[in-house]
């Protein structure tokens, strides 16, 4: 079946349109007609070839929502008509250990949503800057939220799981005071999700102007890591510190936030290296520097209906395919509150 879709034919070229082939569904197949499809900076290092490895032409796309319009001969867990989101996986192996723990995120032979190896054309996948995905029934998210809200529900397949993943994790709740890093797609979910599950949670910013945001997104307090006098108030306090930023930055300021035992996570991921921490930061309170990649399909279901259930989206703005190149730039401007998502209709246009 052949689609519209906006994708790269190089990273130093803009997106276009592109006509793209679907897979027919298979047995355990669900075809997803698509409504909106957020945008993530990974979206932008990938099309651009910032990241190694990336394959032409490039659709990007990973907060997918939208309704099944096909179902194969052996699915049992959605009907033609559900809501459904895509995130950043379509496949694994389902067998290893990772997958049997339902961490498809860390298995070997995860596939993800665009951009790695499958046997249909043209040869890797395709992602949700399209007008249709096809994936197996395990990959696909039941949505409970009402069907008006479904155009923000999109960045919480990638924004909301990446934060509430390292949340659950490291046991964020009452009691525990929760540090996040950076106030944009990713920063924004984290402060909404620390706070339903009860934590103090303290919003850092390189900006003043965003202290008042923050404070309606969740945070109990807001600091402004760029005053000195502001970070040292909070010195040897947080249970933990979730990273969002995606530039490189000295990690030692937030790591001498961190009580004893407490750990900093870092899920932005930056083009080049950031600054190597100073080892006596790590040792002199026993603390750590972790890694969290998105989430699992059954931690990402359970985010969605915490999020339902809570009455949780992201904040977004609703833009039309043929704007998607303007956005990149905008979004790296960080111009946009919180999350540019893409309104899939305008791809017919």
């Known amino acids: 079946m052949t689609i519209q879709a906006y994708g790269a034919h190089a990273g130093d070229q803009p997106l276009e349109s592109l006509t793209i082939t679907r897979r027919t569904p298979g047995p355990q197949d669900v075809q997803i007609d698509i409504a909106f499809c957020g945008i993530c900076h990974s979206d932008l290092h990938q099309a651009r070839g910032e990241w190694a490895g990336t394959q032409w032409p490039c659709v990007p796309g990973h907060e997918i929502v939208g309704r099944v319009s096909a179902t194969g001969s052996d699915v049992t867990t959605l009907a033609v008509g559900d809501l459904v989101g895509v995130g950043c996986i379509v496949d694994s192996c389902q067998h290893c250990a990772e997958c049997d723990d339902g961490l498809e995120n860390y298995c070997d032979g995860m596939v993800g949503t665009y951009n790695s190896p499958t046997d249909d054309a043209p040869g890797h996948t395709l992602g949700g800057y399209s007008q249709q995905i096809v994936v197996h029934q395990r990959y696909a998210l039941r949505i409970t939220h009402a069907a008006d809200q479904l155009a923000a529900v999109a960045p919480l397949l990638c924004a909301g799981i990446t934060t509430w993943s390292p949340l659950r994790h490291w046991q964020a709740g009452p009691g525990k005071k929760v540090g996040v890093v950076g106030i944009g797609g990713l920063g924004h979910m984290g402060l909404k999700l620390a706070h339903a599950l009860g934590a103090h949670v303290v919003a850092f910013t ?69 600054p190597s921490p100073n080892v006596f930061n790590f040792i002199t309170r026993r603390r750590a520097i972790a890694g969290s990649m998105i989430g699992g399909i059954p931690e990402t279901q359970a985010m969605l209906d915490f999020c339902a259930e809570h009455g949780i989206v992201s904040d977004i703005e609703l833009i039309q395919a043929q704007d998607i190149n303007d956005a990149y730039e905008r979004m790296l401007k960080g111009d946009v509150k919180y999350r540019f998502v893409i309104d899939n209709a305008s791809l017919a246009a």
């Open 206 to 274: 390189t900006s003043e102007s965003k202290r008042d945001e923050a404070l309606k997104l969740g945070a109990t307090e807001v600091v402004v890591s760029r005053n000195g006098d502001e970070m040292a108030a909070h010195a040897g306090s947080f249970d933990l510190i979730i990273n969002t930023v995606a530039a490189p930055h000295d990690l030692d300021a937030f790591l001498t936030l961190l009580k004893r035992d407490g750990t900093m996570v870092l899920v932005g991921a930056p083009a080049t290296p950031h």
